[in-house]
């Protein structure tokens, strides 16, 4: 089922939780809501479900206007991050409580209920918990049967709001690989909420980037990772590196130091600029038989499997800020130069990505 959002505006009292926002979900999509807390993500899920009322804006399921359909009418599945089970119920009779719940004329019979519950359980591969209470299950597992128990009405739209947040990091990989597993095989449209940027780009098929109550950047994971549209999506994104500088032709001025930048259009010639690299695009040189880069001091090394993180902080800033740099290197490679906590070396980023300020 396709979503069509448009010109969606919420208030609450004087604070705005979405200005204006559109956005088109096709029919099987697997959607993710990226962004900080009170960025609107919530809001915008909870207005699609019909739990909150839009001040105005429209939104389509399928071509027909569900604005202000009752959230009952809807058919919407919603997955909350505290799994929302019934304590006094067992597995069994959690994931069957829509369908029981269901009008006397749209009600499975006892039969169907059965088969149905059981059908679910085998796809969230739990089927053998069928007799347990919810207190007797892990987080994982407690998640997976909530899953279970909002496809049981059939949703047209599945929703998740931070489904994994509540889970230790582990699991919650565990979790993503197979949301993504489900997703291909019953190619229900879903969105999903959460602010792990890792989460959003492991699992969905697009990811909208929301900001302040608007939306920054849609665009596949691919995409999105690879052109930034703004200074906030890139710093969003993972770890980075930021300078600032001035545009000097296809240089930028960093200090006294001229650094080619990755931009495919022009920066306007003596703007004010920050550039950003990720960890894996600056180089560490050695400071005897190196100029043209930033003095630094190697704070700290921190090597787990193959590779190190090395965190820096600038010996002569540039600016008022404090500048601190996070590289990262294989583990080998630090262990065969030498390179300790402590040490000065120079910083050169090997790519940067410009934006004016």
């Not at 448009?6 to 099987?28: D, P, Q, R």
């Not at 604005?67 to 997955?79: L, N, W």
Request: hydrophobic content about 40%; charged content about 20%; some cysteine.
């Amino acid at each position: 089922m396709s979503i069509d959002i448009k010109n969606i505006n919420k208030h609450f009292g004087t604070f705005t939780a979405l200005n204006n926002v559109s956005l088109n979900i096709e029919s099987g999509e697997l959607i993710a809501l990226l962004g900080p807390s009170g960025c609107g993500k919530t809001t915008l899920l909870r207005i699609i479900a019909g739990l909150e009322t839009p001040d105005s804006g429209l939104i389509s399921i399928s071509g027909e206007d569900t604005t202000h359909v009752h959230v009952r009418e809807r058919q919407v599945g919603f997955v909350f991050q505290h799994y929302a089970l019934f304590r006094h119920m067992n597995v069994f009779e959690n994931v069957a409580f829509g369908m029981r719940v269901k009008p006397k004329n749209q009600r499975p019979t006892q039969a169907q209920i059965k088969e149905k519950v059981h059908s679910l359980l085998e796809l969230v591969q739990l089927d053998w918990l069928a007799d347990r209470y919810p207190s007797q299950l892990s987080g994982g597992q407690r998640q997976r049967i909530a899953l279970a128990r909002a496809l049981a009405v059939e949703p047209r739209v599945l929703l998740l709001d931070e489904p994994f947040g509540a889970l230790d990091a582990k699991v919650r990989k565990e979790l993503r690989r197979w949301l993504r597993r489900l997703h291909d095989d019953l190619n229900v449209t879903t969105i999903f909420v959460t602010h792990d940027q890792e989460e959003a780009l492991e699992v969905a098929d697009r990811v909208v980037i929301m900001n302040k109550g608007n939306i920054e950047q849609t665009g596949s994971p691919e995409d999105i990772w690879a052109h930034p549209a703004n200074p906030f999506v890139y710093g969003f994104l993972g770890n980075v590196n930021f300078f600032h500088g001035q545009a000097r032709g296809e240089d930028i001025l960093i200090g006294q130091q001229a650094f080619k930048h990755a931009n495919e259009d022009n920066i306007r010639n003596g703007a004010n600029v920050i550039g950003f690299a990720r960890p894996h695009e600056i180089s560490i040189l050695d400071l005897n038989t190196h100029q043209n880069g930033l003095h630094v001091r190697i704070d700290r090394i921190l090597s787990f499997g193959a590779n190190s993180k090395i965190e820096l902080s600038s010996i002569y800033s540039t600016t008022s800020e404090n500048q601190n740099f996070e590289v990262h290197l294989g583990q080998l490679e630090v262990k065969s130069r030498g390179l300790r906590e402590g040490q000065e070396v120079i910083i050169a980023p090997t790519q940067l990505k410009v934006f004016e300020q």
